[in-house]
T-cell receptor, first 115, second 110 residues
Framework: DAGITQSPRHKVTETGTPVTLRCHQT?????MYWYRQDPGHGLRLIHY???????DKGEVSDGYSVSRSKTEDFLLTLESATSSQTSVYFC??????????????FGPGTRLTVL | GQNIDQPTEMTATEGAIVQINCTYQ??????LFWYQQHAGEAPTFLSY????GLEEKGRFSSFLSRSKGYSYLLLKELQMKDSASYLC???????????FGAGTRLFVKA
């Protein structure tokens, strides 16, 4: 299994508070992704990173920001949490993208509840 | 628009064969993935197809027809532990975007 950890694994917070989720990898993979997963929806891409300090938006990026200051860490911040951001958040990594297989390996997930 | 369709739920019997279909409409095509996800766990990679045809990997096989925008995952000799969601995902061209379907929940009964 790819070495990917996420912290915290569970969090309950209140509307309007900032929240930061952390993804840590030990695989030295260049590409990292944040997804959210909600019932009835597939995994939806929030943001991704293609290198240290290189990030870009995915399809559901509003209300979220990311940072990647080291290869191994990718942080997702909810600037002011809302109830619509209650979800399960998965981090993923991949070694290649574009050409090649680009298989993504997922972390264990963070279950976030915004009250 | 971009869309991936797969059945919401399927039920099959232990020891049987089940086929999970996936149809897609995406901006370009650069590979199709199948992932398995047990309840409360992370998705795990099962298979990858980029050319037409069948890829076999033990009890699991995956088929792709690019002209029809169609794939299926075939699970043989079903076991109880195969009860899970199966996610179809397509990578388009020109970037990092992989689109995931909502998944098919498979129930394997004794």
């Amino acid at each position: 299994d790819a070495g990917i950890t996420q912290s915290p694994r569970h969090k309950v917070t209140e509307t309007g508070t900032p929240v930061t989720l952390r993804c840590h990898q030990t695989e030295n993979h260049r590409y990292m992704y944040w997804y959210r997963q909600d019932p009835g929806h597939g995994l939806r891409l929030i943001h991704y990173s293609y290198g240290v300090k290189d990030t870009d938006k995915g399809e559901v990026s509003d209300g979220y920001s990311v940072s990647r200051s080291k290869t191994e860490d990718f942080l997702l911040t909810l600037e002011s949490a809302t109830s619509s951001q209650t979800s399960v958040y998965f981090c993923a990594i991949s070694e290649t993208t574009g050409e090649g297989t680009d298989t993504q390996y997922f972390g264990p997930g963070t279950r976030l509840t915004v009250l | 628009g971009q869309n991936i369709d797969q059945p919401t739920e399927m039920t099959a019997t232990e020891g049987a064969i089940v086929q999970i279909n996936c149809t897609y409409q995406t901006s370009g095509f650069n590979g199709l993935f199948w992932y398995q996800q047990h309840a409360g766990e992370a998705p795990t990679f099962l298979s990858y197809n980029v050319l037409d045809g069948l890829e076999e990997k033990g009890r699991f096989s995956s088929f792709l027809s690019r002209s029809k925008g169609y794939s299926y995952l075939l699970l043989k000799e079903l076991q109880m532990k195969d009860s899970a969601s199966y996610l179809c995902a397509v990578r388009g061209t020109g970037g990092f975007k992989t689109i995931f379907g909502a998944g098919t929940r498979l129930f394997v009964k004794a």
